[in-house]
């Protein structure tokens, strides 16, 4: 059992930047592919990056790609989401992901999920 916690949203301007963690629990971290998703009310839940084990394969959703960075540091059990030039556009509830295997592009990929931090972007 894996156990999620994400922190680090808040509210801030279109053009700043916000740096999401999530730690995770359990002695599962380091051999785990984590995730980030985001979901605003009345729309599925989207994925926004993703990374491998080792933190070498990182994926990227084309809206995000050049401004959002995943990475994660196994010795913290932690994987964050620098987010920089953020948009209005970004505003979320942004969810952390674990999954034993490779994960995916899909939510029904992923294991264990987080509660979830909320961002929000003013213009």
């Known amino acids: 059992q894996v156990q999620l916690v994400e922190s680090g949203g808040g509210l801030v301007q279109a053009g700043e930047s916000l740096r999401l963690s999530c730690l995770a629990s359990?002695?599962?971290?380091?051999?785990?592919?984590m995730g980030w998703f985001r979901q605003v009310p009345g729309k599925e839940r989207e994925f926004v990056a993703r990374?491998?084990?080792?933190?070498?394969?990182?994926f990227y959703a084309d809206s995000v790609k050049g401004r959002f960075t995943i990475s994660r540091d196994n010795a913290k059990n932690t994987v964050y989401l620098q987010m920089n030039s953020l948009k209005p556009e970004d505003t979320a509830v942004y969810y952390c992901?674990?999954?034993?295997?490779?994960?995916?592009?899909?939510?029904?990929?992923?294991?264990?999920w987080g509660q979830g931090t909320q961002v929000t972007v003013s213009s």
């Open positions: 992901a674990a999954d034993p295997a490779l994960g995916g592009y899909g939510v029904n990929q992923w294991a264990y």
């Open positions: 359990g002695r599962t971290f380091s051999s785990s592919a």
């Open positions: 990374i491998g084990r080792s933190g070498v394969a990182r």
